[in-house]
């Protein structure tokens, strides 16, 4: 079902499981690694029936030419590209790079918090804060040590990592605001921090540094169509005023967004995601195809 | 026919031609307010025939200068009763390269309708139907005009592939010039791809007017993001374009600031269209993209893509569709016709009604919208007379999903990242000419004006082209024979010497 036959498009030419559920496809566009920058994002169709998804952008290389995405299989098409996608195969529609670049300012000492997913599009951050001088802190919370990827990225621009899980059987045991919390304790000259992670988890990192006034940018992942501003889909409450993640964003003060609306507006599509799952679902028992075909490299 | 020798046939009056209008096939109401077939069919040949006999062929001509891209109006219709339809298609396409499109989605009635002398006593000729029948003709024959192009070695970059942007291309690319169209979407069209419904304009008839283009050797380059992707400045430094034409929409649509606007259901007619028309939400789950279609919608606004909302709730199964105007009918900004063909397909309007507060259930969804009766005061600034709420007379409607359709504002993306002059509005700043404040570069359509008409975006996307083409030394045939004011002084056998236009070798390097 995926259009790999057809020349047109932006071949994939890496790809890495992680997990289950979380995997990493490097895409090939020269254009689009020569301007990305950390903080970004691209919109992604994976076929011509596909619908467009907002996906930050986790990685670049100027030299390959190559763009790296981070997925994580929830809904139908996230789930369907998992299935199918192979190294070689083209996305039929790649464009960006979209959003306002994290600002990246001359702050000695940062906190670059990752949760989950979250864990990809924090590390060019990261990194970009160590090229500005900065020394940083990485905090990377998972669920398990299953889970876990890219700690080994994080230490080479990091000049100390906190790596928590919730059950303990890696690093330190329970949230990454429980890093946040040690990090603090230890440097309280922390000038700035960045999270990015599921809402509930940027919610907790918000409220970790606000006694402390840590100025705290988080990255806001809306349902959105066409990630130009064209639709207003991905309004999001900052304080008092309604802005556009997509042209206005992605990155916000943590410390003035309503987090609970966010939430509330990501569970739109529920009753559709849900009819979309099952039948994708339906599909893939009704295929005797082995569900591992994309295969790790 | 008249010939040279023969008798000069008599000068026609307004007595001597069909007085009615010939009506168009309409899809019945009822039925077609449950699909997204084309409202109207369009004429047939006897009808084009029938039509084109109305045209008084008056000396004035006044509709030529009510077009925006002022079309050869009476010649066109001319042919058509001489029955040289290739001919009529010409004459069409000399102005105006989406026939198809314009006759379809014009305002007639403000333009070449709203000024025709037949319209001074009777209705007047039916121009647009005309101009649709002859564009849909050509795409059945497969009639194209590919003229003889020199090339003129200038490269030229165009920003955004709706109306304003195609329109510039078109000209441009006739000019000799080598032309790249950029467009973010993953297909070229614009809001005539995302934006206006099927039932009014096919997206099938776009492709095919697009399909023109590329044949005239525009080159389209879709899922680029210009601004991020690379700048305005990059395009004219770095790229090798000799002028660069932004075309790219006002977008970011208003809301009006209201307490609930940030309730599930509640979403802008952009959203709403794009993903119905361009994204096939209509088609899911055969096509991934979600819409939650409302059974009971309320549409605020009374423009034309209010209407286009309104219509196309109706068709994705909607029981009940209202539309809330804070003004009354007579200042709906939408086409008469469009009003007429909502009302016709059921659409409840609420005149005179304006939304204070949505109201939300438990789970944050829309459960209702509280209104307040509106009465119209002393005229404001717009000419239109002024609305103001009549205290107590709130009132609810029940609805699950609300749309936001009034108005946009400026797309930022260009602006934040160039170093183009904006106005106070945000909308980028030009001269007369269209000349943005960086050499080579010119701006049209809704990212100047803000929001406005199809034809008006082709209008500006002409108006640019012609001003690219003085910017390039390029002749515009518009002028050729135009004496210069200053006489032949200076000039070669009256050709101005610094335009390029009229060597068949030359470099623009």
């Keep these: 079902m995926t259009t790999n036959t057809q020349a047109s498009g932006y071949e994939i030419v890496a790809r890495r499981d992680f997990s289950d559920v979380t995997y990493l496809l490097e895409v090939r566009h020269p254009m689009l690694a020569k301007a990305a920058k950390a903080g970004q994002f691209v919109i992604v169709m994976a076929s011509e029936h596909g619908e ?50 994290s600002h990246i300012g001359h702050a000695k000492k940062v906190l670059c918090v990752g949760g989950g997913l979250g864990v990809a599009p924090v590390f060019p951050q990261a990194r970009a804060f160590k090229e500005a001088g900065a020394y940083v802190v990485g905090v990377l919370g998972f669920r398990n040590k299953d889970l876990v990827f890219w700690d080994d990225k994080f230490r080479a621009v990091c000049d100390e990592l906190i790596l928590c899980t919730d059950d303990g059987s890696a690093g330190l045991k329970g949230l990454v605001t429980e890093g946040i919390k040690q990090a603090i304790a230890k440097h309280p000259d922390i000038e700035e921090c960045v999270a990015i992670g599921p809402p509930i988890m940027m919610k907790g990192c918000a409220e970790a540094t606000r006694p402390y006034k840590i100025r705290t940018m988080v990255s806001l992942n809306p349902v959105m169509v066409d990630g130009t501003g064209m639709c207003g889909g991905c309004r999001v409450k900052i304080g008092e005023v309604v802005k556009f993640a997509c ?25 559709t995601e849900r009819e979309a799952n099952e039948k994708f679902n339906e599909n893939c028992r009704m295929r005797s195809i082995p569900a591992a075909a994309g295969g790790a490299t | 026919m008249e010939t040279a020798n023969g008798p000069r046939k008599k000068k026609k009056t307004i007595r001597m031609i069909p007085q009615a209008r010939t009506p168009a096939l309409e899809q019945d109401p009822k039925e077609r307010a449950r699909n997204f077939k084309e409202v109207n069919c369009g004429y047939r040949v006897e009808d084009a025939q029938l039509e084109a006999e109305r045209c008084l062929m008056c000396p004035d001509q006044p509709c030529v200068s009510g077009c925006p891209v002022n079309i050869a109006i009476p010649d066109f219709i001319r042919k058509i009763t001489d029955r040289d339809y290739r001919g009529a298609y010409d004459v069409i396409t000399a102005s105006n390269l989406l026939p198809s499109v314009c006759g379809r989605v014009c305002p007639q009635e403000n333009q070449c309708e709203g000024v025709c002398t037949v319209g001074e006593s009777l209705e007047p000729v039916a121009i647009g139907r005309l101009e649709r029948w002859v564009g849909d003709l050509a795409i059945k024959e497969g009639w194209s005009n590919i003229p003889y192009i020199e090339p003129s070695g200038f490269r030229v970059g165009i920003v955004g592939s709706g109306p304003a942007g195609m329109a ?27 934006g206006i419904p099927d039932f009014r304009l096919p997206n099938s008839i776009v492709d095919e007017e697009i399909e023109k283009l590329k044949q005239l050797g525009v080159r389209f380059e879709c899922n680029t993001l210009v601004g991020r992707l690379f700048t305005i400045e990059q395009m004219i430094e770095e790229m090798g374009f000799h002028a660069v034409f932004i075309g790219t929409g006002a977008g970011y649509p208003s809301f009006s600031g209201i307490p609930g606007e940030n309730l599930n259901g509640v979403l802008s007619a952009n959203e709403l269209l794009t993903r119905c028309n361009l994204m096939h939400a209509r088609d899911f789950p055969n096509y991934d993209t979600p819409l939650q279609p409302g059974k009971h919608v309320v549409v605020i606004g009374a423009g034309n893509t209010a209407m286009d909302a309104l219509r196309v709730c109706l068709r994705l199964g909607a029981e009940t569709v209202s539309c809330l105007y804070r003004r009354s009918r007579a200042e709906a900004p939408a086409r008469v016709e469009e009003v007429h063909h909502a009302e016709e397909e059921g659409v409840q309007f609420h005149w005179l009604a304006s939304p204070v507060e949505i109201l939300g259930d438990e789970r944050k969804n829309v459960r209702a919208v509280r209104c307040v009766r509106m009465v119209l005061g002393e005229p404001d600034d717009s000419g239109r007379r002024r609305p103001v709420p009549e205290p107590g007379s709130e009132f609810e409607i029940e609805t699950d999903m609300m749309v936001y359709a009034i108005g946009t504002n400026a797309n930022p993306i260009i602006g934040q990242t160039s170093r183009l002059e904006l106005n106070k509005r945000g909308y980028i700043a030009t001269d007369e000419n269209l000349a943005t404040s960086i050499p080579g570069v010119f701006a049209g359509g809704d990212i100047v004006t803000g929001a406005a008409t199809v034809i008006q975006a082709m209008g500006a996307g002409r108006r640019a082209a012609r001003s690219m083409k003085a910017f390039l030394g390029l002749r515009d045939t518009d002028s050729v024979y135009q004496e210069r004011p200053g006489g032949a002084a200076g000039s070669l056998f009256g050709i101005d010497p610094a335009e390029r236009g009229y060597a068949r070798v030359r470099s623009p390097r």
Excluded at chain 1, 61 to 88: F, P, S
Excluded at chain 1, 247 to 269: A, I, K, N, S, Y
């Design chain 1, 247 to 271: 042209v206005d964003g992605p990155d916000f003060d943590g410390h003035l967004v309503d987090f609970d609306d966010l939430m509330v507006r990501l569970q739109r599509f529920k009753p």
């Design chain 1, 52 to 101: 467009r998804i907002p996906l930050t952008i986790a990685d670049y290389d100027r030299d390959k030419g190559t763009i790296t995405l981070v997925i994580q299989a929830v809904g139908k098409t996230t789930r369907e590209m998992q299935r199918d996608l192979k190294v070689g195969d083209r996305l039929v529609a790649l464009v960006g790079p979209m959003g306002i670049p």
């Design chain 2, 168 to 194: 510039c291309a078109a000209d441009m690319a006739k000019a000799g010039c080598e032309v790249t169209v950029y467009e973010a979407f993953h297909e070229p069209g614009g809001v005539l791809k995302y």
